[in-house]
C-alpha cells in the first residue's frame, strides 16, 4: 500500500480544538500517523501543502439531489462533482424526492446510482412516513437494514401527533435517528419571510419565529414521551434556543443544525424581492442570525449543513411569493463558513467541529477528525483566497445561490477521500 504524507499543512483538528502546522500520513485509505513540524517520517508520495489548511472533509447532512424524478436539477454526478470541489467528502441526502425514498426498492435504487456516480462519499436518508404524507410511518427496519442512516420527512412537518409518537418509539426500539423540521405547518403555511418591519414594508407573506420555537417544543414533549434519537435540521431563530438547552440539560438524545444561509445572510438581504434569496425556513432577523452563531460557538448547535436544495431557473423566475424555496450550497458552504472565521466570530476548529466531527458522530461515522485508524477523507484549503463567485461556474446543474456575484474568501485546493484525491484545482 502506497504511503502519502502531508508536509507542511496548518492541521485543523476540531477533536481536540488545535490549528497548528505539522504533517499527516495516509496509508490504505485511513490515517496512520500524524506528528508535529519536526520528525516526519518517510512516505512513497510527499504532498507538501506549503502552509495551506488540512482539515476532516466536510460531512453534509440534508443534501438534496434531485434522484429520481427531477435529474434535471441535480443529479448524483453533478453533486458529487460540486461536493467534490467544496470540500465535502460525505453527503448525507435527504428523501424528498418524486416519488419520496420511502420503501427499500427505492433506497437500493438510489444507494446504487450514488456509489456509481458520486466520487465521494454518499448516505442516504429514508423518508419517516409513507410518501411523506404524515399519515402512516413507512418500514423503518427493513429501510435501515437496506442501508438508510436517517429517516425524515423533510419539511413537510407531521401534524398528527400520534403518528409521530409511533414513529419515535419504533425508531428508538431500533436505534434509528429520526430527523424533524421544527416549524408549526399551520402558522408557517404560506410564507416567505419573516414576520417584522421589513416584511411589512415589503407586503411578503410572513410567519412569526415562535412558529419554529413551537414545533420544537411539541417535538420535545414527544422525545420525553419516546425516548427516541433526535436532530432538528434548522434551528434558526434565538427563540428556540431556550427550548433546546432545556432538552439537552435535561439529558434527551437531542442535536441541533442550522444552515449556512442562515448563519451568513438575514432577511434585509431579501432586499429588492431577489428569489435566490428565498430559502426554507425564511432569513431571519440579525439579532437570530447572531444567536445562532453565538449557539455555535457555546456548542448548543451541533451542526451547519449546506440544505443544498437545487431549483431550475422556472421555478426561480417567478414574483417572490410564488418563487420555489431553496439555495444550491454544495461549493458555497466552506467560503461561506470561512465569512464566520474572518470575522473573528467562530475560528476554524470550531467550524470543522460543527461541520466535520458532529455529523459524522450524529450518525455514527468514523470520519471527521484527524486521528489515527479515522478515514482519510481531507480537504486542503486556501482560507484567505479571495474571489468573486460566477453561478455559471458552480458545478451543480441548478445555479440558484444567493452569493452570486459575492466577494469570498478561501478556496478548495484538494479533496481526498479515503486518501485518493476527488477534486484539485486548476
Sequence with gaps: MTKTLFTNARLIDPEAGTDGLGWLLVEGGRITAMGGEADA??????LDCAGQCLAPGIVDIGVKVCEPGERHKESY????????????????????????????????????RANEAAPVNVLVMAALTKGRDGREMTEIGFLMDAGAVAFTDCDHVVSDNKVLSRALTYARSLGA??????????????????????????????????????????????LEMTGAKYHADQITTARALPALERAKRNGLDITAGTSIHHLTLNELDVSDYRTFFKVKPPLRSEEDRQAVIEALRSGLIDIISSMHTPQDEESKRLPFEEAASGAVALETLLPAALRLYH??????????????LNPAKRLGLAAGRLAVGAPADLVLFDPHKPFVLDRFALRSKSKNTPFDGARLQGKVLATFVAGIPVYEAD
Design 177 to 222: 435517528l429520526v430527523i424533524c423540521h421544527p416549524q408549526d405547518p399551520g402558522l408557517s403555511a404560506g410564507a416567505a419571510a419573516t414576520s417584522g418591519k421589513f416584511a411589512s414594508l415589503r407586503g411578503l407573506p410572513a410567519v412569526s419565529p415562535m412558529a419554529e420555537r413551537m414545533g420544537l417544543d411539541r417535538d420535545i414533549a414527544l
Design 41 to 46: 517520517p518517510g512516505a512513497d508520495e510527499r
Design 77 to 112: 454526478r453533478s453533486a458529487g462533482l460540486a461536493a467534490a470541489a467544496g470540500g465535502v467528502t460525505t453527503m448525507a441526502t435527504r428523501p424528498d424526492t418524486l416519488p419520496a425514498i420511502d420503501s427499500p426498492e427505492v433506497l437500493e435504487f438510489v444507494a446504487r
Design 343 to 356: 470575522a473573528e466570530a467562530l475560528d476554524l476548529p470550531t467550524l470543522f467541529r460543527a461541520m466535520s
